[in-house]
């Protein structure tokens, strides 16, 4: 059994953001996440909507788990978000866009 107390921190997800959502952060077996930091960074003219889901392990993304939703990122603009959220094991973080143009950086650790 895990006993969580070797934290690694680690560079979690780095991706440019679909219409639809997607996956982008699955934690592995044995291990806990802590999500630190994420960073969301519009490459267009207009402003775009921003999603963020943490979805317990065999759940799907929308409301109930929303970090973001629908966050308004303005044209050439990048948001940002501190705080400590905890994952278990098999929880994802998906993530979607209201068109193209957005990339998200997250950040955080990995106990074991």
Known sequence: MANFQNITG?????????????????VPINVRTFLKSIDICNTTAGALGFYLSI????????????????KSIATNDTTHWAGVQILNAGDTIQ??????????????????
């Open 55 to 70: 979805v317990p392990s065999g759940g799907t993304a929308g409301t109930s788990n929303a970090l973001f939703n629908n």
């Open 10 to 26: 680690t560079r979690l997800a780095q991706a440019a953001v679909t219409a639809s959502f997607v996956t982008v952060y699955t």
């Open 95 to 112: 993530v979607k866009g209201s068109g193209t143009g957005l990339t998200v950086h997250i950040s955080g650790g990995e106990a074991v």
